[in-house]
């Protein structure tokens, strides 16, 4: 959909709380506090809903994360077209610019967004390809000392092995199909068991590459898996018959990569679930109508609420 298009299909604020209204209540108002249906009133001078069961007021952004927001809600529907309609996502500096509101504002609003985007009780089934990602940008490569550099002193070593603080983000794709992703604290057998629990149907094929950890699948349900560490990239499984490869992960794994450098620059472990939610949501969707996946947003977002204060607490 055109900008030109979506300006005319939304010219004001009632038309705005129509659309929110239509998707969220496609039976009518339904009351936030007592569940009553179609049986509520409009207040024009609050701009509420009364509810003839209860009495009490409601509002369409009621048990979302657009609860209680001091935005138009017209500029909530443009925020949700700049979102959706963008390739890899919009930055909150952008978004700021673009909406005219200030930058807590904006990255507020964008993690409200990207909260609505979470998609749950998605189940993997046929051939799912599982890897792992690092997200953020790689550690600094550490120079060689000077040559005025004290032998007594050698200089620190660089980390052996996978020697990373850098956060896990564990990539499930159905072959044609989803993606699921996850961040994980370590590449521990617990941690990627947890991860998928209820993500992969118990007959699904898995395939892997040759990481250690990815041995307890195969306890439960057939995997199959290709050794990177010798340049094995793909094979075709002689007894199933089956391509073995995780090349769709190594997709979405670059597709979240120009997100991160491109538009983000710099994620937090403690915000990265819910931007490799807008990544999983763009990938599943992206043959979607673009009002289709505003609208899938709006339903997502019950009982999501997400404040302010909570997004910049110390420890959450």
């Known amino acids: 959909m055109s900008l030109r298009t979506f300006n005319d299909m939304f010219l004001d604020e009632d038309a705005a709380r129509a659309w929110f209204e239509h998707v ?32 009490k007021h409601f509002s369409v952004t009621a048990g979302t994360p657009m609860h209680r927001t001091h935005l138009p809600l017209l500029v909530w529907l443009q925020a949700l077209y700049l979102i959706v309609a963008s390739s890899k996502g919009v930055s909150a500096v952008k978004l700021g610019e673009t909406l005219g509101v200030s930058y807590p504002t904006a990255w507020h609003l964008g993690h409200r967004v990207r909260a609505m985007m979470a998609e749950q009780n998605v189940i993997l089934a046929g051939l799912v390809e599982i890897d792992e990602m690092y997200a953020g940008a790689p550690p600094r490569k550490r120079g060689k000392p000077s040559r005025d550099h004290d032998d007594s002193e050698p200089p620190p070593a660089n980390p052996r092995g996978r020697g990373t603080k850098r956060a896990l983000v564990l990539v499930a794709a159905e072959r044609g199909g989803d993606v699921v992703a996850k961040v994980i604290p370590t590449h521990s057998k617990e941690a990627i068991t947890a991860a998928l629990e209820g993500v992969v149907d118990p007959k699904a094929t898995v395939m892997t590459d040759g990481l250690p950890a990815y041995t307890q699948i195969g306890r439960t349900q057939p995997h199959l898996t290709v050794k990177h560490a010798d340049r094995e990239y793909a094979r075709t499984d002689p007894e199933t018959g089956h391509r073995v490869h995780v090349n769709r992960i190594e997709s979405f794994n670059g597709f979240m990569r120009r997100a991160v450098i491109g538009v983000w620059h710099q994620i ?21 109508d673009c009002l289709d996946r505003m609208a899938a947003i709006v339903r997502n977002g019950e009982g999501r609420l997400l404040s302010y204060a909570f997004l910049t607490a110390k420890g959450t």
Do not use: M, Q
């Open 24 to 55: 969220r209540w496609p039976h009518g108002p339904e009351c936030y506090h007592c569940g009553l249906v179609g049986k509520a009133w409009w207040i024009g001078t609050k701009r509420v809903w009364c509810c003839s069961g209860c009495r």
């Open 268 to 288: 937090s472990v403690k915000h990265l679930d819910r931007y490799t939610s807008e990544v999983t949501f763009r990938w599943n969707r992206n043959a979607d």
